[in-house]
């Protein structure tokens, strides 16, 4: 059967722990294994604007010995030339993989219904896992153990921070989320997640108090208050998220060897301060950088069907 990457859920435990194994050893090799996959293509579809996947997966194909291909949407015309079915179909005669960020997430679904190559996820409404799988990446690189880890989630309980709950319950992490009311992620998200945290270790937590989510974190994450596709309503949230900006005052509550993340773009002055976004806690550029490797690793993986570089 055909793998792909819709959610973290079609990982699991073993799948993320063996992605970032691997992406570590990608690290190491900055990226440059180009007998892995010689002569493998990759499809990048873009239905939302992006600067790191689409650069990330370009080079992460690249490095593994594969043609990277943009498809650009207005020839496309997802669902209006030909139906989604068939765009699988003939897709999987000529690629190896298709990476696709668009809206809904029913269409990925639908796509890997009808496909036989890997179908991955780079980014929904309602999720991100490649972006959880580089955010984890670079907590492993920090403190080395999920175990006992507190992450602050401050914002949108949005794609970001659903992928994020995904990732607490696959490996056993306490993540905070404090959001506006009416903005907290979906309750079957946080409901299986926290089914897994009685296995895994860890807790979901939901409040609107940020000050209390953030005391004695190990991590803070934000994310943009007004998402791709929200543009409308970005000046309603500026008000409406005002208090859930991450500043310095807010930082010196999480502990003192607290790092910050941010899956970025950054809307500094916003969810973030430049003092924050550039001070010695930051690891947001680490996280992009680390986009490549964790997706580097997917691809190996999902196309081969092996966690481990040949020799
Ligand atoms: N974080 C992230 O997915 O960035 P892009 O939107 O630039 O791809
Ligand atoms: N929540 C953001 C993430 C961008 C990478 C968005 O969907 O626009």
Not at 4 to 13: A, N, P, Y
Not at 62 to 67: E, F, T, V
Not at 205 to 213: M, P, R, W
Not at 236 to 241: D, L, Q, S, Y
């Amino acid at each position: 059967m055909t793998r792909h990457l819709l959610t973290l859920d079609s990982l699991g435990r073993d799948g993320i722990l063996a992605n970032l194994a691997l992406a570590t050893d990608l690290k190491s090799r900055k990226g440059m294994a180009q007998n892995a996959i010689p002569g493998g293509r990759v499809g990048l579809i873009f239905e939302k604007p992006s600067l790191r996947t689409r650069v990330s997966f370009t080079n992460a194909a690249w490095g593994l010995g594969m043609l990277p291909m943009t498809l650009g949407t207005d020839e496309l015309q997802f669902g209006k030339r030909e139906s989604i079915p068939d765009t699988a179909r003939v897709l999987s005669r000529y690629l190896d993989a298709l990476v696709i960020r668009t809206f809904q997430q029913s269409l990925v679904e639908e796509l890997a219904a009808h496909a036989t190559i890997p179908i991955i996820n780079a980014l929904t409404d309602d999720h991100h896992p490649c972006q959880a799988l580089a955010d984890v990446m670079t907590f492993q690189e920090e403190f080395g153990d999920f175990k006992g880890l507190r992450l602050a989630f401050v914002g949108d309980g949005n794609n970001v921070c659903q992928s994020l709950i995904q990732a607490a319950g696959y490996l056993g992490f306490t993540l905070a989320i404090s959001t506006p009311e009416g903005y907290e992620p979906k309750a079957e998200i946080v409901a299986a997640a926290q089914a897994n945290c009685a296995v895994n270790g860890g807790a979901i937590e939901l409040g609107h108090d940020v000050k209390a989510a953030v005391r004695g974190a190990d991590a803070v994450y934000t994310d943009v208050w007004a998402s791709m596709g929200q543009e409308k309503e970005r000046e309603e949230r500026a008000r409406i998220f005002a208090g859930y900006r991450v500043d310095g005052e807010l930082m010196a509550l999480a502990a003192p060897r607290a790092i910050f993340l941010h899956c970025l773009p950054a809307h500094r002055g916003d969810e973030v301060t430049d003092e924050v976004m550039d001070g010695p806690q930051s690891r947001a550029f680490d996280e992009a950088e680390n986009r490549w490797y964790t997706e580097q690793a997917l691809l190996y993986a999902l196309i081969t069907g092996k966690d481990r570089l040949p020799e």
